[in-house]
């Protein structure tokens, strides 16, 4: 990761900036699917838990080639409006190193109720007392509302922030730019 791009949303009076990034966030995920990209990460320098939010900026990492062959392409056709892309630069040498992950909360009783009699051939009593209503989890993290391409629906990409490290450690990024194991720059 040794340079970066901020992608800074502009006031709009029309849209709330988490719709404008939702929108963002879509695109490059889409096109990180199309170009089969794994070296390309993302982070949100405004994130913070209290209250949760991932503030109205989107920084992409990694090589220079990787991400001038992504600022070439027209990825951020009908955002242009909305957002003001910054130069491509080098990550300051002071930057610490976090990770930057999706968290999923298993947050649907009857989801994991049916789940559980299929592949246990249980009945619904039986999965009703081994999940119980008050076992869905809640995050109270910052999120992202997307909607898949594959299936039509909508869904929270809720991310959690790691603690500083004090190496980087590399590994890939999947096509949403996020990694459970690789750190990305933190400036």
């Known amino acids: 990761m040794e340079c970066f791009v901020d992608i800074e949303l502009r006031p709009d009076p029309e849209f709330a900036a988490h719709l404008l990034l939702g929108a963002l966030y879509t695109k490059l995920h889409r096109t990180l ?5 794994t070296d390309i990460a993302v982070c949100f320098p405004g994130h913070q838990n209290r209250p949760p939010s991932l503030g109205t900026r989107m920084r992409l990492l990694g090589s220079r080639p990787a991400l001038q062959t992504l600022t070439n392409t027209d990825w ?5 409006d909305h957002v003001k892309v910054g130069a491509l630069a080098h990550v300051p040498a002071g930057a ?11 947050s ?4 994991l109720r049916r789940r559980l009699m299929k592949r246990h051939g249980l009945d619904e009593t039986q999965a009703r007392e ?4 008050n076992a869905a989890k809640t995050l109270n993290l910052p999120f992202l509302q997307l909607r898949s391409c594959s299936t039509g629906q909508t869904f929270r990409l809720f991310l959690s922030l790691g603690p500083e490290q004090p190496a980087p450690a ?3 990024f999947n096509a949403y730019g996020l990694s459970q194991n690789a750190t990305v720059p933190w400036f």
């Open 170 to 172: 590399s590994g890939e």
């Open 76 to 80: 951020l056709s009908g955002m242009r």
């Open 108 to 111: 649907n009783p009857e989801r």
């Open 130 to 133: 081994r999940i119980p209503d």
């Open 96 to 106: 610490t190193h976090r990770t930057l992950r999706r968290v999923q909360a298993k």
């Open 33 to 37: 699917v199309t170009n089969n990209s």
